[in-house]
């Protein structure tokens, strides 16, 4: 089963570099991961996004807990959680279905954030279902490019959790 | 007062009660050997990297304290992943210190840069890189810190050039401040309790200790409890002394070579109280049919370590030693206990028979054939078990574990994770410097002694009396023993076609060398390297070049299938 794993970690040298060798050293599979500063600077969030059975998540989370970096290991996927993706997708538009392209962003509640004369850019946030929906709506105008950041998720618990 | 990085490093390792460091300088860390040279630590040069880092295990093993080592930067710090490795397996603390290229031409391709840090961090408990003087106490401390609690193992400290030469206020923290670490050490109560009744309802009780019950110093928790409740003990390869290997419920190893009776006695539990073990594949065998009748009770200070290969059904996370005081105090009382013994008795009687029917044993060779075995009996016999053993990896790893019998915690110390050869001559002079005054024998096959036999020059420059018995077949013989089972006897590469002579090797490096080919010589050679208190002795003992270790259970076999003799 795919599981959402937030980890905070110390902001520190290498530590990316230990938590994505942890996976890779011990057969672990990604699907993404994502990182950056929380509001203390001397932590971060990693989100990652994997797959195994009970068995398996149980020594990702234990194996990861193991970590001196890891601060805070949570397994969403068991409880509410909000999680969120960003893409930018360029997309070629000739001039007759402009209106056309618009209208999809707007479904979709995405933005155009840069236009060419033969492309738009269009900056979309939203679960992985969604991102899909518009890329396949758009795909047949012509996609030139795609960036997806992968997963970024919080719990809906009003609790912030602290320390391991 | 301000001192440079590498006066404030060498005062550190002088808090943290270091006496020894085990290191070979070079370029980037000659700031750190010239604090050295006038102060109070010992510091012992050796031949090879890979040497210090198991010297520093073998202290560490033997002595219960952290072992150091100091390396320079690039190929210094490079020759000591073998060392780390094998630690990080066995979960050994030991703290080693790499010199780095100065933190401005990181990443530059500068002359004897290696980045040890993303190296070694597959084989590090935690590592670090140093790249602000105003770091350096807190993560001396954090190191030495980590690689000591916990589950314990190895930790790697880089320390670029510029910041041993920087200059910094020396204050040394008076802990490590780490969040993000915090081992847990009290096992859950009502997991204990739980655990307690499981044992006291069973019928067929086994302890199954591995290398934590040493780590933690839980051998004397042990013994009360198996003595109290009349359990059998078999214990792993890294547990050997943490039961006396004389006393009556002791069943040997268990595993691929193994006893027969601890074998059996695992197959047909049904209670395993596994203690600090971590069901290696070496030990279980076929994992499926392992204890396949078995309520499973694991005591690990490892979460990751608990269902991991095997299903576990009460699990009590926590130290050993602090864990098996929690039983010792929630035992029934005498009387019960007496009940109980009664109701253990056709379980132990089972055990005996299994012992008696299917002893250790070997073929004794034709009239002046020296079988490796004896060698070990008679080494065991003339030292009366006083010794500190190390080994090498191969059959005189296993003929080490099955015919010496170590009475003692920390008198066994062999590479069991890893299993690296090269392991036995460096840990052994580790051993000695640690306990200048004990017999320390290192049971040496002919193919691995060569992988570190440089550190003799090691031992003869201290004179440490380390002695070396080479149980030479002239084989890579534990290889040649799979050739001959598995391959069909096609002994592809295993035949050391051209040995040194070890006598002459041993007397050019300023040691003594005996030989004995036939067994009545044994005794004599042995006396002899027992006799010798100042320098190294390598013993060569030339035996049987095809003799087997046995029993053994082929790999994908469950515990129950063994190769008898
Ligand atoms: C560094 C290293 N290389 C290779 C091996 C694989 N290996 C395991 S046992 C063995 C043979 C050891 O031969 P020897 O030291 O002569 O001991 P014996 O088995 O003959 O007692 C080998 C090559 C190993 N364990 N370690």
């Given amino acids: ?164 | 007062m301000k001192m440079t990085g590498a006066r404030i490093l060498i005062e550190s390792l002088l808090k943290e009660g270091v006496d020894t460091i085990f290191g070979f300088p070079g370029g980037v860390v000659l700031p750190i050997y010239d604090v050295l040279y006038d102060s109070p630590l010992k510091h012992v040069l050796v031949r090879h990297e890979q040497g210090a880092v198991h010297m520093a295990d073998g202290y560490a093993r033997a002595s219960g304290r952290p072992g150091v080592v100091v390396v320079t930067s690039g190929p210094g710090a490079t020759n000591t992943v073998t060392g780390i490795a094998t630690a990080y397996m066995d979960s050994i603390p030991v703290v080693v210190f790499t010199g780095q290229v100065p933190t401005a031409l990181i990443g530059n391709d500068a002359f004897q840069e290696a980045d040890i840090v993303g190296i070694t961090r597959p084989c590090t408990k935690h590592n670090y890189l140093v790249k602000d003087i105003k770091e350096l106490t807190k993560t001396i401390k954090e190191a030495f810190h980590v690689a000591t609690t916990g589950r314990p193992g190895p930790v790697l400290v880089d320390l670029p050039k510029d910041v041993l030469i920087a200059m910094a206020e020396f204050k040394y923290p008076a802990a490590a401040e780490l969040p993000g670490y915090q081992p847990k050490y009290k096992g859950h109560g009502g997991q204990v309790k739980k655990a307690m009744a499981r044992i006291l309802k069973a019928r067929k009780p086994v302890i199954y200790a591995g290398g934590g019950v040493i780590l933690s110093d839980a051998a004397p928790e042990l013994k009360t409890l198996a003595e109290k409740l009349h359990i059998p003990v078999t214990t792993t390869l890294m547990g050997m002394g943490g039961f006396p290997g004389t006393h009556s419920l002791y069943m040997g190893m268990l595993g691929m070579h193994g006893t027969y009776a601890a074998n059996m006695a695992v197959t047909n539990t049904d209670c395993l109280i596994a203690i600090g073990a971590r069901f290696d594949d070496r030990v279980t065998g076929k994992i499926d049919e392992f204890a396949p009748y078995a309520t499973i009770i694991h005591i690990d200070i490892d979460p990751t370590s608990i269902s991991k290969n095997v299903e576990v059904d009460v699990p009590i996370v926590g130290d050993v030693k602090g864990i098996l005081r929690e039983m010792g105090k929630i035992l029934p009382k005498q009387k019960e206990l007496k009940e109980h013994e009664k109701e253990l008795q056709p379980w132990l009687k089972e055990v005996k028979k299994w012992e008696r029917t299917h002893k250790l044993s070997y073929k004794p060779g034709k009239k002046g054939v020296l079988k490796p075995q004896y060698v070990v009996e008679k080494l065991y016999e003339l030292t009366k078990g006083n010794a500190i053993i190390t080994t090498e990896v191969g059959q005189n790893q296993m003929w080490a574990a099955q015919f010496f019998k170590f009475k003692k915690p920390r008198t066994f110390l062999s590479s069991g994770g890893l299993g690296t050869m090269g392991y036995g001559l460096p840990a052994a002079i580790g051993a000695q410097v640690a306990f200048p005054k004990k017999t320390v024998i290192d049971i040496a096959g002919d193919g691995s002694i060569q992988m570190n036999i440089q550190e003799m020059a090691t031992a003869v420059q201290y004179k440490l009396p380390v002695k070396v018995a080479i149980l030479n077949n002239r084989y890579l013989g534990m290889v040649r023993q799979w050739q001959e089972f598995f391959y069909d006897k096609r002994y592809s590469h295993t035949c050391m076609g051209k040995l040194p002579d070890f006598v002459k090797l041993a007397e050019a490096y300023g040691g003594v060398g005996l030989r004995a080919s036939k067994p009545e010589e044994v005794e004599a050679v042995i006396k002899k390297a027992l006799k010798v208190t100042d320098r190294p002795v390598l013993m060569d003992f030339v035996v049987a070049p095809e003799e087997g270790v046995y029993p053994m259970v082929p790999t994908g076999e469950p515990l129950n299938k063994m190769l008898l003799v």
């Fill in chain 1, 1 to 164: 089963m795919r599981h959402t794993i937030s980890v905070l970690v110390s902001n520190e040298f290498g530590v990316l570099s230990k938590i994505s060798g942890l996976f890779s050293g011990r057969g672990f599979n990604i699907e993404s991961l994502c990182v950056a500063e929380t509001l203390d600077p001397e932590v971060s969030r990693m989100t990652i996004v994997t797959r195994g059975d009970d068995k398996v998540i149980e020594q990702i989370t234990k194996q990861l807990n193991k970590l001196v970096s890891v601060l805070k290991v949570h397994d969403l996927t068991a409880e509410e959680h909000i999680g969120r993706e960003l893409a930018l997708i360029k997309v070629s538009v000739a001039a007759e279905n402009r209106a056309e392209v618009l209208s999809i962003v707007d479904i979709f509640r995405a933005k155009v954030v840069d236009v060419s004369p033969r492309s738009y850019t269009i900056e979309t946030t939203g679960d992985e279902q969604k991102l899909r929906a518009i890329v396949e709506l758009l795909r047949p105008f012509g996609i030139k490019e795609v960036a997806r950041t992968g997963r970024i998720a919080l719990s809906r618990s009003h609790r912030a959790k602290q320390g391991k």
